[in-house]
């Protein structure tokens, strides 16, 4: 059992946002936009998400305008999401605390009696110093008198194991005992990292009390800024699950994933389209993306999609309105291509989206929209007239659109099998519905609806959601990616001159948009006429739990076994393999000699600190030997793509490792010390936390098949009423009484379905009447 604290967040936009520059550019608004959406994954000790706002400065270091701060409590208070207007507050540094301290609180002795704090460690502490660590101490008051620690050098997770002892008798009953941690400072004054404040009187009756304690800010200041600093509309959802074993979800899973084996069949009910006609449009871009994950991990995601296919199309009666509503088909077949085609996105849009960042060329096609002064000079001075701008923007925009038609067309021989797979059935299947010659191009509209319009498009508008870019893209090359998704959404359609009679100003196009269509008409009938014998691998190739993840290539690589001292130049290069079970490396791609580690025995996969080998791509791979003894493997990478790529492949491929680390150094251990926390003890643990799962700026969020399937549960239990309604009214009144072998068949699936979810139900209830058990002896509250 595992407490899963899943955010959804969704920075929508703001509002009346002070200005910080000198001069406000158009894309540093006072109302700017967003609309980025994440799924973070919260440790479950959690207690408040921050979010901060900074306006970005290309020569200085950024301003800060303000926070939003939103407490667990405040979140789990709404379990159908927030959504609204929250006001940004001033950030006082003495309010920016975080972590815990490891405490010990004892009354001796009888006359006099004495109060002892043993002050042992801290974890999770605010970083204040420009080498992104601290410099804490510890500062004990009780009435009057103050006892502080030694200082622990550039370490988050400081271990002091220190006495201080107060005498109980002088103080008045009400005296509480005080314990701060601050961050010491040679030259400016020390900043605050928290406290804690301790009730002597209640602590008397237990005599002795140990654990772990939050820290707090100071009391909170009255900010003249109150009201001023704008506001930021959030969508926030939290989902604290309580995830079982896996054993208690196999029962829904195999029940799942044998309805998407045999076809629908008449009028007979089936599971899936039961959670089809179920699921409220609120929620189906979430039950799309647990379903498609789901199915990921048991190797059926073409089944899956399949299934939607065909009850999406026996609904559809119009061509024209097909997969263009946000139904659960085209959220799955959506969520399936961010998940399974983004290499091949980044490979396909990268070269030609860093072109575009890079010229930062003045594009415009709208007369309305033209700005001359954005334009430039022709020479000698001379501004550019209406119709020279329109004509260089034409031959730019061509120029771009021939780049990208160019790479979907040569895409079509290292596009995944996954993808190739979706869309080859994705086309069959609608022209079976819709053959010719009446309906012709439909079935390459429905291929391109998800392609072009769902897929390729979108990454074009807004690169940075697809992590094709570190930053936003400023207002000029904004506009120009904008009008080059328009371009592709036409030809995605197959029809110019709709888009010509709504905007007119795009004609110029028409004879590229023209050949495009052609292209990608061709190179869908390349993609969808893929080998099926290649089903073994799609199979491996979906399996995206432990071990399947397969990543190769050239490498810079270092070695060390529990050595201290690192070579000047301690990399050489070599060409590394990630496969099922293992990670290779050898001097060249086919040498006979090679070295390998077993994925089972890595313990943790962390970045390094650039100050260790000068190098801020470098990671490490912490793994044990026979012996016990731990061997550490640093890879430095040519770019933070690279590493980027490599952490998350191998993190996932490590997701279901037992032995792993909670701790390590991002550091390295050289002379007789840790560079990063100047600890001299070899063996220490760790000084940060590790991070055994996928952050945000990297490729592919780790399948989790159990809390997948929590997931899964926790909606179908909230629509079971309905689903029981619409199974009675699906079932034609005439047909109660047969008694083929598919109805029973059918039958007996939706039975079980019920009766899968109670059994679930009932062992949620068993966990939570054991954990009330618990907490009836839980310790005793010191903090006031």
Avoid at 68 to 88: F, H, M, R, T, Y
Wanted: charged share 25%; with cysteine.
């Amino acid at each position: 059992m595992a407490k899963r604290n899943t955010l959804f967040i969704r920075i929508v936009e703001g509002k009346n946002l002070p200005i910080k520059d000198m001069t406000a550019t158009i894309w540093k608004t006072l109302s700017p936009f967003w609309g980025e959406e994440y799924n973070v994954h919260l440790p479950p000790s959690f207690h408040t998400i921050s979010f901060h706002v900074l306006d970005e400065d290309s020569l200085s270091r950024d301003d800060v305008i303000g926070k939003v701060s939103i407490n667990k409590e405040a979140l789990a208070a709404k379990p159908q999401g927030l959504d609204g207007w929250v006001n940004l507050t001033e950030i006082d540094p003495d309010e920016e605390v975080q972590g815990e301290i490891h405490l010990q609180i004892s009354v001796l002795g009888d006359i006099p009696r004495i109060l002892r704090c043993q002050v042992l460690e801290a974890r999770d502490l605010a970083k204040k110093d420009r080498n992104g660590a601290s410099d804490p101490f510890v500062r004990v008051r009780y009435n009057c008198k103050t006892h502080e620690s030694a200082v622990i050098k550039k370490s988050c997770y400081p271990r002091w194991n220190e006495s201080f002892e107060f005498e109980l008798d002088d103080a008045p009953l009400d005296t509480p005992l005080s314990v701060e941690v601050w961050d010491w400072d040679l030259v400016s004054k020390n900043d605050f990292l928290g406290k804690v404040l301790f009730n002597i009187h209640r602590l008397q009756s237990a005599h002795q009390e140990e654990g772990w304690f939050r820290l707090v800010p100071d009391k909170p200041k009255h900010s003249q800024h109150e009201g001023t600093l704008g506001s930021l509309r959030l969508q926030l959802r939290l989902r604290d699950e309580t995830v079982l074993p896996s054993s208690h979800y196999q029962p829904l899973t195999e029940l799942l994933c044998q309805s998407v084996g045999p076809h629908l069949n008449g009028n007979w009910p089936d599971l899936i389209m039961l959670v089809d006609e179920t699921t409220t449009a609120e929620s189906r871009q979430e039950v799309a993306s647990n379903l498609v994950k789901l199915f990921l991990g048991q190797g059926l995601a073409k089944e899956f999609l399949d299934v939607l296919f065909k009850l999406e199309l026996d609904k559809t009666s119009e061509p024209n309105t097909l997969f263009r509503s946000n139904s659960l088909a085209s959220k799955s077949m959506e969520s399936f291509l961010k998940v399974a085609g983004m290499q091949y996105l980044h490979r396909l849009l990268g070269p030609l989206i860093n072109r575009i960042f890079e010229e930062k060329k003045y594009v415009e096609l709208d007369p309305n929209k033209v700005e001359l002064k954005e334009a430039g000079c022709t020479g000698l001075h001379r501004v550019h007239t209406e119709a020279e701008v329109i004509q260089q923007s034409t031959s730019l925009l061509q120029s771009y659109l021939s780049e990208l038609l160019h790479a979907i067309v040569q895409s079509a021989s290292y596009c995944p099998v996954a993808l190739c797979q979706a869309f080859q059935q994705l086309y069959q299947c609608v022209n079976k519905r819709f053959p010719e010659p009446e309906y012709r191009k439909v079935k390459f509209i429905a291929v391109t609806s998800f392609l072009c319009l769902r897929f390729i498009s979108p990454a074009i508008m807004s690169p940075k959601l697809f992590h094709l870019r570190e930053k936003h893209a400023d207002a000029r090359t904004s506009r120009t990616l904008l009008l080059l998704a328009k371009a592709i959404q036409t030809i995605g359609n197959l029809d110019t001159l709709t888009c010509c009679s709504k905007e007119p100003w795009m004609v110029p196009l028409q004879p590229a948009i023209q050949l495009g269509i052609t292209q990608l008409k061709d190179f869908i009938s390349r993609l969808v006429s893929c080998d099926n014998s290649e089903d073994l691998g799609l199979q491996q190739r979906m399996s995206l739990q432990c071990g399947s993840m397969e990543k190769e290539g050239f490498i810079l690589l270092h070695r060390t076994k529990d050595k201290s001292m690192l070579m000047t130049s301690p990399f050489k290069k070599y060409y590394v393999t990630l496969n099922k079970d293992t990670l290779s490396y050898a001097r060249t791609q086919h040498s006979k000699k090679s070295s390998f580690i077993s994925l089972p025995r890595i313990r943790a996969v962390e970045k390094v600190e650039e100050k260790s080998f000068g190098s801020a791509n470098v990671m490490q791979i912490i793994s044990s030997r026979d012996n016990g003894l731990v061997e550490k493997l640093y890879l430095d990478c040519k770019s933070v793509n690279e590493l980027n790529q490599w952490l998350s492949a191998l993190r996932k491929a490590c997701s279901h490792n037992t032995d792993t680390m909670s701790s390590y150094h991002p550091g390295i251990y050289k002379g007789d010390r840790w560079s990063c926390c100047h600890q001299k003890d070899k063996a220490d643990p760790g000084c940060d936390k590790t991070k055994h799962g996928v952050t945000l700026q990297e490729w592919y969020d780790p399948l989790d098949p159990d809390l997948e399937s929590q997931l899964i549960y926790r909606h179908l239990i909230g629509v079971r009423q309905a689903m029981r309604k619409k199974y009675q009214e699906m079932i034609k009144p005439e047909e109660d009484d047969r008694e083929t072998l598919e109805g029973e068949k059918k039958l007996d699936g939706v039975t079980r379905l019920f009766s899968v979810l109670q059994d679930l139900q009932n062992s949620h209830t068993a966990v939570e009447e054991e954990e009330r058990l618990k907490n009836r002896n839980f310790l005793l509250e010191l903090q006031t």
